[in-house]
Structures are given as C-alpha cells and as structure tokens.
C-alpha cells in the first residue's frame, strides 16, 4: 500500500513537471515544490527518473542551509535557556542555588548567556544573590532560530554563534533548474521491461517505450544439471580410447582375488604393497571360490623357479621362460585372500588370460578407467580410492619403442607434447618407463604416468607365445584433472563434500583447444 | 607403481666418490638417465629439523655444520644403490669411470662356524653370515654402514619380518656360535647400549615404549621360544629380529665383523648379506673380499656363506633388439651392459649372450631385465619411437554406454551429478537408513584405517544423503543424482562378491518434492522405451522400507521384477543424515533395467 502511495504521488509529481513545462522551464526545483506543495526530495526522485528517459535536462545549483539541532528545537518550542532562567528569577532575586534547583541542566548556559548580556547580575553585597537588570527581555535566539526553520537565515555573525551553541548545524542542498529534454512529451509513456504476448498481438510495442536492460547483471540460472567435472574429463579420456581404436575392458569388478590383483602379475608374495596396510583385504567374503586350477600351478611354478609347463594352443612349442624366479615357496592361501583391488590390472590380466586361451592368438589394444582402492589415511592429496586409466597393446612383437610411440600419441591427444621416459621399477613390467612431460607453468618435467611392458613371467604362464607382447600404461584421472581445474584439494573434487556450486559452474572439458 | 625408498647422502661426499663435480642440474639429469630421481635438495641441518621437530631442532640448527644433501628416489629392487657406497658404485661404471670389482668370499682353513639348533626352525629358520676382515672404519663409513642396514630393514627384510641383520665386534666373541631358539626367559642378556642384564620378557617389555623398536615385537612375542646367537662363552650375540647384544657391538674402533642375517626367507637372508658384503667389502684389509661363515644346518649338512658365485641369465642378442626396439650389435650391447654392471659374453653359435649377474644385481631375473639394461644404458629417450600398427577397432562396454546415455538425459532433467565414494560405514548404510542388515548383503573390510570406511555400500542412498547434506545452503531446491557401481554379496561370482550399477537420484528443499522423483523416474523409463505397464512395462507398488515415510514410498517393478525403491526419505534418516528439510529420493538398478553388462 505504501509503495503504491508513493508510486501514485511520483505520477502525480511527473504530471505537475511535464505540464509546468509545456509552459516554460523550472526554474528551481525547490520553489517549484514548495509551490505545489510536494516533498521536494520526492521532486529530485522524479527529475532524475525523467532524465533517464530523456524528457527533461536538469541543472543543479548548490545551495548552503542550516537546520536546527535537537537543543535548537528545545530553543523553538521553549525558549532559549538564557530566556527560561531570566523568567524564573523572582523581582527580589534568588540565589544560585535556587536558580539552578529549578533550572536543572540548563542552568549553567543560561546564567552565563543572562550574564554576558547584562539580564541579570550578582549582587556581592548580598551574598551573591542574583537580581534582574532589566524588567523584560526578546528572545532573539528564539526568534532566530524559528526564522532559520523557515529558511530565513540570521546575518552571519548571528548564524556564527548559533553554530557554536550548537543550536543550529549545516544542511547544503541543491536544487535544480529544469527544462524539456529531446524525448519531451506533455505526457510520460509507461516503460516495459519485456514483450509481452498482448503487445505482439496488439502491435503496441511499435510505440511502446522499454526500460533500458542491466546489461552489466547476470541472467537468470537454467535450472539446468550439470555432470561431475572428474567423469566429465572421464569422457574425455574415453574418447581419446576410442578415437585410437581401443576395447574398453569390464572393469566393473571392485572385489578381487588376491590371485588376481599380486600373482597372476608375478608380484611377489612377500610384496610390501600386500601388507594389511597398504591393501583393503576384506573380512566378509574373506577368500574367494576358486581359480583356475591349472593357470595357478603354473603361475606357482613361475614365483617359485622361474619356470612352468609353458604351451597351449598358440604355444605349442612350449619354449622355456628361464627366470630365476622368487626362490620361495608360493601359498596358494595368499592367492585366495580378497582384497579392494589395488590397480585395474587385475582385470588387464583376467582379459589377457581369457585372450591367451583362444585357439589364435588375435592382437588386441584394451583400456580402462575405474575406480582402485588404497588403505589410505585421508589427505589433501590422498584418498582411499581413486580413478585409475591403463591402457595395454598386446600384439607379436611389440617393443619399448611402440610404447613410447603409442604414449606419445595419446598424450598428444591432450594437449601434452615433449614426452620423456625415465626407467624405473614395476614388480609385472620390464623394461619399465616412468612418463614425464614438459610442463610450461612449472618449467620443469613433471610425472604423468608409469608404463612398461608386462614381463614374460607374467604372460607366459598365462598361455601366449614367446613372441607375443604387451605394453601398457596407467595414470591416474583425478590428478590430470586438478590440474586441469585448478583444485588444491582431491576432496573438493571426489567425496560428499565437495562443493555443489563448484559442480555448476565448472566449464566443459577442452583437453585440446 | 612401487614407493620408493629414499637415500640420502652428503653431496660432497657423493662429488669425492663420484671424482666429478656436478651441478644439481648436471646430477638430476645423470639421475633422470639411470633411472633415479633427485628429489630434493636440501641441508643436513634442515634434515635434522624436520626429524627432530621444530623445538627441540632450533637449538641445534645454530650449531649444525649446514651440509647439502641430496634425497635420492630408488628403485624399490636396487637395494645395492640403498648406501652411498652403492650409489657411487652403480653412477661411476655407468659413467664408464670403474670397472665392477670382482667380490670374492674366502675359504680359510679354520672358519668361522655357526650350528643351527632345532628349536629355531618353528619361529625363524635360516641364518646366514659371513666375516669382514681388516676392515677400516671412519665416522662416515660407520654411519653409511648402519644406515644401510637400516634401510634394507625397513624395504627387503619387509621391517625385520623376513631377515634381520646382526653385525658383531669378531674379536669380542669366540667362535664357534650357536643360533638357537630358547623360552624367553631362559635368555639374559644386556640388550644393545644397556649395562643391565635382563630377561628376554623385561627387553620385550623395555622395548614396549621404544618409538623404533617396538614395531618389531610382534614378530616373535607370542612365540613359546624367542631366536638367540650364542657364542662358544654363552655372550649374546642377538636376539632377533629385535636387539644386538651390548657385548659384541661394533665401534669406530672395530677391525673383524661378523654379520649374521637371520630369517624366514633364505632368497632375501641371500641378497641382503650379498648387498652388506658388496657395499663394505671395499674398506676390508684385502678389499672387495670377505671370510666364509660355515652354517651347520640341524641335519647337520655343512653350508659355506656368503655365495657370491654370480648366476648367468642368457639373452639372445636379436631377443633384446627386439623388445627395447634397436638393431644393435652383440658388441654394442656388450658394452651398453657394461656400463650396468653386467658382464656379457657373445655365444656366436646362437647369437646369445651370457651375462654374468654381479652379488649387486639381484634383480636381474631373466633376459627382459637384461633387455631393460640395454635399453637404460642406450638412453630410454634414443630408442626410436613408432606407434605401433595394431590394427584393432574402438569398442565401449555397453553398460558403461547406456550409463553415459542415461547421465546425459538425467542430467538435462535438472539433476546435478555426484561422485561418492564407494565405501562406507556400517550404520550410514544401514541403522541410519532404519535398514536391518540380513548379513547376506555388505561387503566388510578387516582392515580400514578409518571407520568411515568398514563397508562396500551395498546401495548409492548413504553417499547421495551424504552430499545432500553437505550442501544444504545451496538453494533449494536441490536436485541430485548419481549412477555408479555398489557391491553385494554373490555367492554365484569367484569371489563371492559382485558390483550392480545402481542410478540414485534426491530432492530437496521446502517440500519434499516426491512427484519431482516420481517424474524422474518416469521419464528414465520413457527414455528407455519401457511403459507404464505392470506386465509389459513399470509400475509402481507401496512398499515399506525403514529409509522412506509409511505410505509414500514404492517399489519400482520391472515387469513384475522389484529393480528399485523410491519414496520420501524418512524424517529420522534425514536426521540421521543432519538434513533439515524435506527431501525424496529413488535407486534402482541398471543392470536389470538396461539389459547391459
């Protein structure tokens, strides 16, 4: 109701200003105000509102005001405080202390301004009594300051002193002078702020005046969802995959056997990463059913000797593997223990298996990013599970130089270009290359993955031929993807407490622009 | 991909060793080649600090000679390059700047002997040693020798489990020894830098509060008899894998050590005595030799150790062109592994290579490692590259693809996507949901280092609550959803377990927006092609599940088949879950409503 009050004396207002100049211009704003009898400020409010629709020009003056203070009010209604203690002392005087029971706090200015203009005085002869000099006074400052409320103001020197009574304060205004602008009209045409459906049909926005837009302002949200940043730049890895040809293998498997994940690799049993530590072995279902009975006596036999009844039917030659093998005994309870996977090679090595088992050998280039899981105390940079990618060709003849050449092409595919290879140590890969890449923020070769090529102990048991290879590669995904997005902390970026807001606003995933 | 163990060493020290002085730059590269990576660089002070902690570091860092070291990243499987000794080693043959030496073990007529009582194999089975002689120890040596055995302690000996190290001041003990295996209490002896003699139970119990050693009591503690090294005067030599005996310690002073290496693993008691000879050998008064220990094992059948009679691996020449690559020479690759430490010789008849593998090399286990040699020595980044010309075609997993397909549609509906972590505790998948565990469903891990974690979710519901409530000053309302695996329980798999891709998908906000999940779903079905048909199609059946409200909560049917549940979430799981207003929710399985695996 408010608002519609205000709305209506604006349209009042802005109707009173349109007319007034049809008849010439405003001269000043105020009088123009006092005249009709509106707030001035609510004139300005409209003034400024037509000057943004162009329909008038304005030109301010500044003006010097002074308005009253609370005590100056004080002085209005009741008389300044020299006037009230002038009437209060009785034609046969009163003594100080009576003056200033009756007066209370503005007894002490009072008697001083009576003082200095000679009202009142003190008689020593009398014991100080005070007595009038004058049998009536004008209460000039009353008088002043009442005058001030009207916009009259005293001379300066008057004014001066009312200031350092503190009586009256500053109060500067302007006013504006007034003319018609280049979109003058008598009357005001009501701004839209959008097209409407009537406004289409009556053909009303061929004259209908728009409200300018906020351009600076943000539009409205969508409401629309948005996928998670990680399994956006997951798409974008599948892609790469299946741009070069690659099957993606079913990683879709988070329990594992022990068989799986260490042995059928030729990690050693006695491996720090099978530590309780490190690995999430489970409790329920702790071991697993089975495993193929005779794939497992040869991988025994490799941990133990270095050597197994190699052959099958891509094989039949059955040549030697000749390693010296771990020399220790291999338990097949080990094997059998479950555990949260702790690489997606488990499952590289259950395909390759499967594929070692055909009656041809056929090459295949496989790939897969799922989830791993580590025994981790949660950090920073460390969660207890984590996106792994690995990508593998197994083929005849495969080199250290086709791993390179192929790790080259992926990362190419990212965007990473001057790739460098460092050796290093996989228990299931040798030879085996750390992968670096020149990095131009942080001028410096930086870590983006590991490679190698699977050992023969490790393919061999499982069936293939001598000559046939594998080389493969693995990165992780969260970590490419921090860089990308610039997240400090993996927790932002995986977990339930990430942040939704960050999820919305996070742009598409350009790994090469 | 392996941890790998970290060496520090003096940087002067390694630039003496070396001959040469590099810049960090020079050194990164030579390491980044050899396949070590320099990982930091920093000075001993500040090392210092960061062990002892800030208070106790500040009064020494003042004092502290400020020495460069380097942190060098190695190999999990080099444990010759765990010592400065081993480093310089490996770095000045590979610079072509030493040859390897020949390390010998010596047969002398009277040896050392050391007899192996019965009672030992049912805790710790194997020792094996052998005796430096003449050995000239300074502060540096001495340290780099204790520190060595630190380190191969802490990596191959699996923290003490599988080997433990004893070294022994020889002319302090008297031949011959006994390792034997006694109650604890039969066993006195004053521990390592102790003046009292104690019981084996009283140094257990000692120990208990020792921040090094009290991670290796377990190894024995609950074993009837504890392992013992006596000499031929009943002196403890050790008690491992715990404590050396304070009597036969070694000092700066000590010019004969005996090394005992007991263990549960005879292979690694092998390589680690082999690494101590190969790295401390050279300070011996006739050098790179050591004396044999003559182990009589309880079948009383005599073993000399150390024996450092090298294996041979054989490699055909055009085997390791192949695998690294390259058209080398056999000549060529002679030298390349040369320049590893490996001795080759050209068998011209079969164009194979017999290489020689040092006591330093014990990771050499085949002809791949001998390829991988080649290759390190060649320059990983000489090898020409070549994208290899398999020719295979791009397949996806087709559950993963109608995933992907349903993520876009679900997320075009307005719902944002989620990733949650696939495990979770006991009671957030269960007794917060009011949801009775059959016992037949989760998934439990032994072992987790946090409680949050003691289960496999065996639905998405818990993390999808989780993350609701986390964000709960987003406005509202709050849409959310997420498509994933959980495990269950499957006695039909090999391991008893098995992941199902569930579709979980939550609103929030000032109403608990049940027809919003309820349209969802409705939509999913449509884009999947599946009416709204109990025999033919979906439909929707009350139900009553503790984590929904009585009465408005369904089973989604799949042609009769239960696939899903949805519902209005219970207002005491949403308490339970620290949500404070109305929200509604749906899970159903994909696998059984896409057909896909």
């Known amino acids: 109701l408010i608002v519609t009050c205000a709305t209506m004396a604006a349209t009042d207002i802005e109707a009173a200003v349109l007319s007034q100049l049809q008849a010439g211009a405003i001269a ?52 300044s405080p020299e006037a009230q203690i002038f009437a209060l002392v009785p034609d046969d ?17 009072g008697l001083s301004q009576c003082m200095q203009s000679k009202w009142l005085r003190i008689d020593k002869d009398q014991g100080g009594k005070i007595f009038k000099n004058e049998a009536s006074v004008t209460d000039a400052v009353k008088e002043q300051l009442a005058a001030v409320v009207k916009g009259t103001f005293p001379p300066k020197q008057d004014l001066d002193k009312l200031k350092k009574r503190k009586l009256v304060a500053s109060a500067n205004y302007k006013t504006y002078s007034v003319a018609k602008g280049e979109e003058y009209a008598p009357q005001r045409a009501k701004a839209a702020t959008d097209i409407t459906q009537e406004m289409i049909n009556d053909g009303s926005w061929k004259t209908q005046k728009f409200k300018p837009y906020n351009f600076n302002a943000l539009g409205q949200d969508t409401g629309a969802g948005r996928l998670h940043p990680l399994l956006k730049v997951r798409a974008q890895f599948r892609e790469i995959f299946l741009e070069m040809g690659f099957e993606e293998m079913p990683t879709n498997r988070f329990v594992e056997t022990s068989f799986w994940n260490f042995d059928s690799l030729f990690q050693p049993q006695a491996h720090p990463a099978r530590d309780m530590q490190d690995t999430f072995f489970i409790k329920d279902p702790a071991t697993c059913l089975s495993i193929p009975p005779e794939y497992m006596a040869k991988v025994k036999a490799t941990h133990e000797v270095g050597d197994c009844q190699t052959g099958g039917p891509q094989d039949p030659q059955a040549s030697p593997i000749k390693s010296l093998g771990y020399r220790n005994t291999w338990a097949e309870g080990e094997a059998q223990k479950n555990l949260l996977r702790t690489h997606t090679t488990a499952i590289s090595a259950q395909m390759l298996y499967k594929l070692a088992q055909q009656k041809e050998f056929t090459p295949k280039k496989y790939f897969s990013i799922d989830r791993v899981f580590r025994n981790e105390t949660l950090d920073a940079t460390h969660l207890a599970e984590f996106h792994q990618i690995e990508g593998l060709v197994v083929d005849r003849n495969l080199a250290l130089g086709d791993l390179m050449g192929m790790i080259e092409a992926f990362f190419e595919k990212l965007g990473l270009k001057d790739i460098r290879f460092k050796p290093t140590y996989n228990p299931y890969t040798e030879p085996s290359m750390e992968i670096f890449h020149w990095h131009e923020g942080l001028n410096k070769y930086v870590e983006i993955g590991n490679s190698g ?9 499982m069936g293939f031929p001598e000559d046939v290879s594998c080389i493969a590669w693995g990165l992780s995904l969260e970590r490419p993807t921090m860089i990308l997005y610039k997240i400090d902390n993996i927790r932002d970026l995986f977990g339930h407490k990430v942040d939704l807001g960050m999820i919305k606003s996070n742009p598409i995933c350009r790994l090469v622009k | 991909q392996e941890a790998m163990p970290t060496v520090t060493v003096v940087r002067k020290e390694l630039m003496t060793a070396l001959g040469q002085e590099y810049t960090d730059k020079e050194f990164e590269d030579l390491c980044f080649e050899f396949g070590v990576e320099l990982d930091d660089i920093t000075t001993e002070a500040v090392m ?127 031949g011959p020894f006994t390792y034997e295996a006694l109650p604890p ?41 504890y392992p013992v090294i006596y000499d031929k005067n009943r002196n403890v030599l050790s008690m491992p894998p715990i404590i050396n005996g304070d009597h036969s310690k070694i000092s700066l002073e000590t010019k004969n050590v005996l090394i005992e290496c007991t263990a549960t693993d005879p292979m690694r008691a092998k390589i680690v005595l082999d690494t101590l000879i190969a790295m401390f050998s050279g300070y011996c008064a006739e050098p790179f030799t050591c004396e044999d220990l003559l182990v009589v094992g309880t079948d009383g059948k005599e073993t000399y150790f150390p024996d450092l009679k090298p294996h041979k691996v054989s490699a055909s020449v055009d085997y390791i062109n192949r695998i690294v690559g390259v058209d080398l020479t056999a000549e060529k690759q002679i030298e390349l592994l040369g320049r590893m430490q490996l001795q080759a010789e050209l068998v011209a008849a079969s164009n194979t290579l017999d290489v020689t593998i040092p006591p330093t090399r014990h990771d050499i286990l085949q002809a791949c490692d001998v390829a991988e040699d080649v290759a390190i020595a060649y320059g990983y980044n000489n090898v020409p590259r070549k994208v290899p010309a398999t020719n295979t075609y791009g397949k996806q997993l087709p559950l993963n693809k109608i995933s992907d397909q349903l993520r876009g549609e679900i997320a075009q509906a307005g719902f944002t996507e989620i990733l949650t972590f696939g495990l979770c505790s006991h009671a957030e998948a269960f007794a917060k949901l009011n949801r009775v565990d059959d016992g037949n469903t989760a998934v439990t891990l032994s072992n987790p280092k946090t409680l949050e974690f003691e289960i496999c979710r065996p639905t998405l519901l818990p993390g999808t609550l989780k993350t609701l409530s986390n964000g709960q000053k987003m406005p509202k309302p709050i849409k959310l959803f997420e498509i994933t695996d959980v495990v269950r329980k499957c006695s039909d798999n090999d391991v008893g377990a098995m992941n199902r891709r569930h579709l979980c998908a939550i609103h929030g906000g000032m109403s608990s927006g049940f027809e919003v999940v309820h349209g969802l779903l409705d939509h999913i079905m449509t884009m999947m092609d599946v009416p709204l048909d109990a025999a033919k199609g979906y439909s929707l059946v009350e139900a009553q599940d503790g984590a929904f409200f009585d009465g408005r909560c369904a089973k989604v049917l799949l042609r009769g088949e239960e696939i899903g549940i949805m519902g209005i979430v219970h207002p005491k799981a949403l308490e339970e879950f620290d949500i404070p207003f109305p929200a509604s929710a749906l899970e159903i399985r994909l696998d059984a409503l896409t057909g896909a695996a």
């Open chain 1, 453 to 461: 090529m699977f050992r023969p102990e490790m393919l061999r048991p």
């Open chain 1, 93 to 109: 005087g009163a003594s100080k202390d009576e003056i200033e029971k009756l007066a209370g706090a503005m007894a002490k200015v």
């Open chain 2, 185 to 225: 209490d039969q066993i006195v002896f004053a521990p390592l830098n102790q003046d009292e003699k104690m019981t084996a139970t009283q140094i257990m119990e000692l120990y208990e509060k020792d921040p090094k050693l009290k991670q290796y009591l377990h190894i024995i503690r609950s074993s009837p008899v």
């Open chain 1, 28 to 79: 000043n704003s105020l009088d123009f105000a006092k005249q009709k009898g509106y707030d001035h400020l609510a004139v300005i409010g409209v003034l400024k509102s037509l000057v943004s629709d162009k329909y008038v020009v304005i030109e301010p003056s500044d003006h010097e005001g002074w308005k009253l203070t609370d005590e100056g009010e004080q002085c209005v209604s009741k008389g």
């Open chain 2, 48 to 174: 210092q600090r960061k062990e002892k902690g800030d208070k106790a570091a500040k009064a020494d860092a003042a004092a502290d000679a400020e020495e460069i070291v380097y942190k060098i990243d190695i190999s999990a499987n080099r444990y010759d390059l765990l010592c400065l000794e081993g480093m310089a080693l490996a770095l000045n043959v590979f610079r072509k700047k030493l040859e390897l030496p020949n390390f010998r073990s010596v047969k002398v007529d009277a040896p050392q002997k050391m007899t192996i009582t019965p009672a030992t194999q049912q805790i710790r089975p194997f020792v094996v040693g052998c005796v430096l002689r003449g050995i000239k120890f300074d502060s540096q040596r001495y340290n780099s020798f204790i520190e060595l055995q630190d380190k191969l302690h802490e990596n191959i000996c699996r923290k003490r489990t599988l080997v433990a190290i004893g070294t022994h001041d020889l002319d302090t003990i008297e």
